[in-house]
């Protein structure tokens, strides 16, 4: 069975469409975060969910 981390991040409704996916960009590239989710509110402002997964190291001995 998979577990995964998650983390959220606000995105303020002044931000543009280009510098929120710089944000998720970096985030994916260095961080190995995949979009879990995106909630875009009337008033412009965004709520991202990203994931990854944990990895769990099992003994050998």
Known sequence: MLDYSY???Y??????REVAR???TEHA???SWELDRLRLYPD????????R???RV????
Not at 44 to 51: A, I, K, M, P, T
């Open 7 to 9: 983390k959220d991040l």
């Open 11 to 16: 995105l303020p409704c002044g931000t543009s």
């Open 22 to 24: 710089q944000v998720l």
């Open 29 to 31: 590239e260095y961080g």
């Open 44 to 51: 412009g402002s965004r709520r991202v969910r990203l994931r």
């Open 53 to 55: 997964k944990i990895i």
């Open 58 to 61: 099992v003994r050998t001995m």
